[in-house]
């Protein structure tokens, strides 16, 4: 057999399984999102209503509006908490900074843990009842003694946003670190013996010089942020009301609580839309020359 | 511009010792060479100066201040780093720029101050690049004009030219000298190259394993080593060294080959030293004594012979027109003013004990 036949017959199992595991639904979630598409309604899949299911959910749904708000904030809240958080992190525990290794591989554990895993462990720790942070802050906080934390809208979103920050900092703290690491001394010793001050030192040279591995961090953050689904479900589930209900969540909820997979589709392409744009960005910065 | 003392000046890691005990005073507008072999501690001692590392023990003076505790950036140094540590993300002008930047200089005068180091230092057509875009020999020249853009007390360099070939590190010497004659600042130089040190310095100190062995001119290294570790550090090449006894005012190597008439008291082990340029190569029977030639290399300007001779290899410069051939039996004879003797257990020159070399009359 001729090399050139070898090397495609060699790939053709992964290039199915890709096919059948993701291009293939894409194309049909697609192709759904222009159908009535109920699983209710015999027949429903193949009725084509062109782009009467993205018209709605501009014009016609505030619960889809609603999702998009709290997705907006959800995730410029989580990106900007996880990146500050793990930046620090990262300083104090860089090789050469003020703490040794050990304490790194502490660091990975919540990033062991399941996302929906992280859920349910933080519903349990905000139980009124038994909850062991619903006591602390009460202990800590007096006027939080008497709050249901996962009742109330506001503090519902904020515990959403806490869980998530917690699970993500190890794996942001630790590329943080390898950016870090990269960064040659000489070049923050050459800015101390200039006359830079710790923080002009990290101004001026430190950041700049992270800039690269930090943009790709904050949009890797962002996809995942914008995607955040399990951790939510198994959360609040949405709730109270639709107080942490991402666009995930409206997703799935549209398509496979009530059935209306053709909406579900549409939305979930809308959602694709801003993806593209972050993964390109992604793919730029960590394909880029040099 | 100051002068600067170090006192007692130790670095320990855990046990093992960087630096060991120095002690040096630096005058004001002195150029310093420190100079060892690889792992001696130099950097160390540099970037302690420089307040990267902390010592274990001692005191540095910077003028009339103990700057123990002062950070890097309080006492006004300057250093070249030796992988020049260029900011990559800025221009060569930012570069140059930042140590004014970063102490507040009036905007007014940056410009002017960059051009001027860019243009001592000929990179002025260089100033929109970045880092990565330059030779490296214009990046050693960057680092150079970031350090002379201020005026400090103190300069710091740490193997500014050991990353470049070698034909631009002898220009760069050049150019190292020319520009440090005309700054006039205190300067300390770190190098493990010689010649670097050599034809710098107005004093080198010589360092192994962290301790001076030798401070001085560099006449004086050259013409009046210490120990047996300056003596064979120092020239190129380096001093030849010949275990051997003396008796009767003859010297003699280990297998009892004579080799010279030295005006010394008797001594059953010594280490006779005498340079290449005080060997003189002639034809068999008419030397002191005979050798054979080991190898035969002509540079060009001159010869270098390696001889063996009372088993043991003897290295002859010779002029450019000396030819001889391997296995040849040639005569040598060792220019008696100018030898040196050694302790071979201590390594410690003999001056002023029973035995006494020429030079030290
Ligand atoms: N941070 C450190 N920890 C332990 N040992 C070190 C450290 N820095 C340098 N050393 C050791 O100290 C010795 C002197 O190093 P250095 O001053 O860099 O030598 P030089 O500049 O003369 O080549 C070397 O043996 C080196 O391995
Ligand atoms: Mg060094």
Known sequence: MRDRTLKYLLVAPAVLVVFATTIWPLIESLRLSFTVGRLNKPGSLDQYIGWENYTWAFLYEPAFWNSVTVTAIYTVLTVVLTTLFALALALLLVPGGRFRSGVQTLLILPFAMSPALIGVSFRFMFNPE??????????????????????????????????????????????????????????LEAAQVDGASGWRVFRDITLPQLAPVLAVVIILKTIFSLKTFDQIFMLTNGGPGTATQTLSHYIYFNGMKYGQIGYASSVAWLMVIPMIFLTYAYARYVFRKN | ?????????????????????????????????LLGPSGCGKTTTMRMIAGLEEPTDGEIWIGDQLVNDALPKDRDVAMVFQNYGLYPHMTVYDNIAYPLKVRDTPKENIAPRVQRAAEQVELSGFLDRKPKELSGGQRQRVALARAIVRTPQLFLMDEPLSNLDAKLRVSMRAELKHLSRELKITTVYVTHDQIEAMTLAD??????????????????????????????????????????SIANGVFSSADGTPMVNIDADDCSSVTLGVRADDVTAIDKGQGFTDAVVYAYENTGENTLLTVLCGGQRIIVRGDRHLRKEQ???????????????????????????GVRDNRSR
Request: hydrophobic share 50%; charged share 20%.
């Open chain 2, 203 to 244: 004093r080198v100190a010589v360092m192994k394993d962290g301790v001076i062995q030798q401070l001085g001119t560099p006449d004086e290294i050259y013409d009046d080593p210490q120990n047996l570790f300056v003596a064979g550090f120092i020239g190129s090449p380096a001093m030849n060294l010949v275990n051997g």
């Open chain 1, 130 to 187: 038994f909850g062991l942070f619903d006591a602390l802050f009460g202990v800590m906080i007096p006027p939080l003694a008497d709050v249901s934390w996962l009742a109330d809208p506001v503090l519902a979103f904020a515990v959403c946003v806490m869980a998530d920050v917690w699970g993500w900092i190890p794996f942001l703290t630790l590329v943080l670190i390898g950016g870090l690491a990269s960064i040659p001394r000489e070049t």
């Open chain 2, 1 to 33: 511009m100051a002068s600067v003392s170090l006192r007692n000046l130790t670095k320990r890691w855990g046990s093992f010792v960087g630096v060991d005990n120095q002690s040096i005073d630096i005058a004001d507008r002195e150029f310093l060479v």
């Open chain 2, 327 to 353: 296995d040849e039996v040639i005569g040598i004879t060792l220019n008696a003013a100018n030898l040196y003797l050694f302790d071979p257990e201590s390594g410690l020159r003999l001056r002023d004990t």
